[in-house]
């Protein structure tokens, strides 16, 4: 069974910074390619960051490049979120998303390309 199991969220103020985690379990974890995807209140899941199985090749969305870095560690099963400066407008529950199997560098953004998903961790932050 595949689990996805993410970890890390909480209330926080404007500026402060965050580190989630993404422990995988039941899947090839380096034959995969994950990222991260947040849902924001009243708004529609969207995509944040996503990393080639090597961890060679990371993609951001454009508006989160250099606030957001997301890498991983396949000896540990697990992907993380390193979240800085962060602000209230991403105050949004995080899910962890696994695209498997992924050998290719290419950049997914789409719902529709990750097999397994996370139920989700709530980030709140405060001004």
């Known amino acids: 069974q595949v689990q996805l199991v993410e970890s890390g969220g909480g209330s926080v103020q404007a500026g402060d910074s965050l580190r989630l985690s993404c422990a995988a379990s039941?899947?090839?974890?380096?034959?995969?390619?994950m990222a991260w995807f947040r849902r924001a209140p009243g708004k529609e899941r969207e995509f944040v960051a996503s990393i080639t199985r090597s961890g060679g090749d990371t993609y951001y969305a454009d508006a989160l490049s250099g606030q957001f870095s997301i890498s991983r560690d396949n000896a540990k099963n697990t992907v993380f979120l390193q979240m800085n400066t962060l602000e209230p407008e991403d105050t949004a529950v995080y899910y962890c998303a696994a695209k498997y199997p992924q050998f290719d560098r290419y950049r997914y953004t789409a719902i529709s390309h990750y097999n397994y998903w996370g139920v989700g961790t709530q980030v709140t932050v405060s001004s």
């Open positions: 039941g899947l090839a974890f380096g034959d995969c390619g």
